[in-house]
């Protein structure tokens, strides 16, 4: 009796320590107190991944106001602002998984303010100076943009058309978020990278990249349940969120890429082909197709806005 009761104890000892190794890998958020520069890198290719560091260092250094808000469920969320003119349109950016504001939009906050728009870089949910410790993927993340789309109201006024910008998860955070009930000043979304279910994106990483055997994904399926997550749920994705939408919006994604694969945007826009509009850029891999040809994803980029903004 007391072997079997050693046994059943290791095994939920072992059930346990599995389901919060799960949970850090998968979920949890180390960026606490960290710089926002020294992001881990995730490009093979270093030369182009210390070109983005650079141009991090850059926008870092840019003057911004430090702004904040009290989301949905009481998590207090950082931005930094870039005024430009107090009638110019307002561009919030949402970075990536593990990312920080100032290095995924390095590049493309500077462009931003150079073609004359006010910025807002957002820290998300469970990165550097926002609060909570749990990344969802998009799911929770996807009220945090409604939430950041009334601060914005309420500090610029309802009449200010508002640009939403993402890229990789904050490309699906955007996407997702034009799902819901957004005001008629959201002109259009950005969307650089993004995958179509958090599900399938996490099976996708998980298998490929990190190898990970079928129990531990079992695990962070449980884990996901245990710690309260509609992650891994199959209707709660980012085609399905543009289905019944009205914004315009644009999709770029690199060919190469072999973390969120370029054929998930696919599903993005068959979802909604009359409201959604893609572009791939031959060899560019995750997150990075503005360095593969800066022109055309400029040119890509400023005729869309035109069109629909």
């Not at 290719?45 to 991090?56: E, L, P, T």
């Not at 019944?244 to 909604?272: Q, W, Y």
Request: glycine fraction near 6%; hydrophobic fraction near 40%; charge should be neutral.
């Amino acid at each position: 009796m007391i072997f079997l009761i050693i046994i059943l104890s290791v095994l939920i000892t072992a059930a346990l320590v599995g389901l919060f190794i799960a949970y850090y890998i998968v979920f949890f958020s180390p960026h606490r107190n960290a710089d926002e520069i020294e992001i881990e890198p995730f490009l093979d290719d270093m030369k182009m991944f210390n070109k983005i560091k650079d141009k991090a260092k850059e926008m870092s250094k840019i003057p911004c106001e430090r702004v904040g808000t009290v989301v949905y469920d009481g998590v207090k969320l950082s931005g930094r602002y870039y005024h430009n003119s107090d009638d110019a349109p307002l561009c919030i950016c949402f970075h990536g998984y593990r990312g920080s504001a100032v290095f995924d939009f390095g590049v493309m906050g500077m462009l931003l303010r150079d073609e004359g728009y006010n910025v807002l870089l957002v820290d998300q949910r469970a990165h550097f100076r926002s609060g909570g410790h749990t990344i969802s993927y998009g799911i929770r993340e996807r009220r945090d943009v409604l939430s950041w789309v009334e601060y914005a109201n309420k500090t610029f006024g309802s009449d200010t058309p508002i640009y939403l910008f993402g890229i990789s998860m904050g490309a699906t955070t955007v996407v997702m978020a034009s799902g819901l009930d957004l005001p008629d000043n959201v002109r259009l979304i950005c969307a650089d990278c993004p995958f179509s279910s958090p599900r399938d994106v996490i099976y996708y990483v998980t298998k490929r990249w990190h190898k990970l055997p079928n129990f531990l994904w079992l695990a962070i399926r449980v884990s996901a349940l245990v710690y309260g997550h509609l992650i891994l749920r199959r209707d709660i994705t980012a085609a399905n969120a543009v289905k019944n939408t009205d914004k315009p919006i644009l999709l770029i994604h690199g060919e190469a890429d072999c973390f969120v694969p370029k054929e998930m945007s696919e599903e993005i826009r068959l979802a909604n082909p009359e409201c959604v509009e893609r572009y791939t850029f031959p060899k560019a891999v995750h997150g990075v197709s503005y360095f593969y040809d800066s022109k055309r994803y400029i040119a890509i980029l400023r005729d869309f806005i035109k069109r629909k903004g």
